[in-house]
T-cell receptor, first 114, second 112 residues
Framework: GAVVSQHPSWVICKSGTSVKIECRSLDFQATTMFWYRQFPKQSLMLMATSNEGSKATYEQGVEKDKFLINHASLTLSTLTVTSAHPEDSSFYIC??????????FGSGTRLTVV | KQEVTQIPAALSVPEGENLVLNCSFTDSAIYNLQWFRQDPGKGLTSLLLIQSSQREQTSGRLNASLDKSSGRSTLYIAASQPGDSATYLCAVRPGGNNRLAFGKGNQVVVIP
């Protein structure tokens, strides 16, 4: 089946630095990628939708300058957390729609900002 | 706005018992409904996908039903095993767009 490869699986960074998370579609072309954030024991919260070749659409309350999303090719979407702070520590997951076959999710990235 | 509720939020069962996980949604105009499994610190693994025109889907010990008119889906896991311990998420794709609406999950512990 379709696979979305997400890297890194975990990252620890210092406050004020930036972190890039990558999601690659391995055996299909992902024209759309959804980015979620998940807090402990909570469900997934949609942050933004990226579309290949166009600007991402951000959900209300999500700072577009803080969470930079790039979808430059049909197989790669990236999320960059800029000037990270401890409150940005969370679990980030990407997902690509598969038409009538539902959605495929990446394995997630645990970000810890110290 | 589509709202998805999963009951119970958490449950523990002895090994061998059947599991029944419930999902309800407020807007019956859905495109499909998907059940996922999430292990701690991991991504989501798709279990079953039910199209809006279907009533149920089966895969091994798993069976998911869909009653669109009443806004309900149930995931049955037969003869539970300790390896079934995880959080199960129900996600609804609305008919008008491709953005999933998630429930908060059923956290399951199967006791050996």
């Amino acid at each position: 089946g379709a696979v979305v490869s997400q890297h890194p699986s975990w990252v620890i960074c210092k406050s004020g630095t930036s972190v890039k998370i990558e999601c690659r579609s391995l055996d299909f072309q992902a024209t759309t990628m959804f980015w979620y954030r998940q807090f402990p024991k909570q469900s997934l919260m949609l942050m933004a939708t990226s579309n290949e070749g166009s600007k991402a659409t951000y959900e209300q309350g999500v700072e577009k300058d803080k969470f930079l999303i790039n979808h430059a090719s049909l197989t790669l979407s990236t999320l960059t957390v800029t000037s990270a702070h401890p409150e940005d520590s969370s679990f980030y997951i990407c997902s690509a729609p598969q038409g009538t076959a539902g959605y495929t999710f990446g394995s997630g990235t645990r970000l810890t900002v110290v | 706005k589509q709202e998805v509720t999963q009951i119970p939020a958490a449950l523990s069962v002895p090994e061998g018992e059947n599991l029944v996980l419930n999902c309800s949604f407020t807007d019956s105009a859905i495109y499909n409904l998907q059940w996922f499994r999430q292990d701690p610190g991991k991504g989501l693994t798709s279990l079953l996908l039910i199209q809006s025109s279907q009533r149920e889907q089966t895969s091994g010990r798993l069976n998911a039903s869909l009653d669109k008119s009443s806004g309900r889906s149930t995931l049955y896991i037969a003869a539970s095993q300790p390896g079934d311990s995880a959080t199960y998420l129900c996600a609804v794709r609305p008919g008008g767009n491709n953005r999933l609406a998630f429930g908060k999950g059923n956290q399951v512990v199967v006791i050996p």
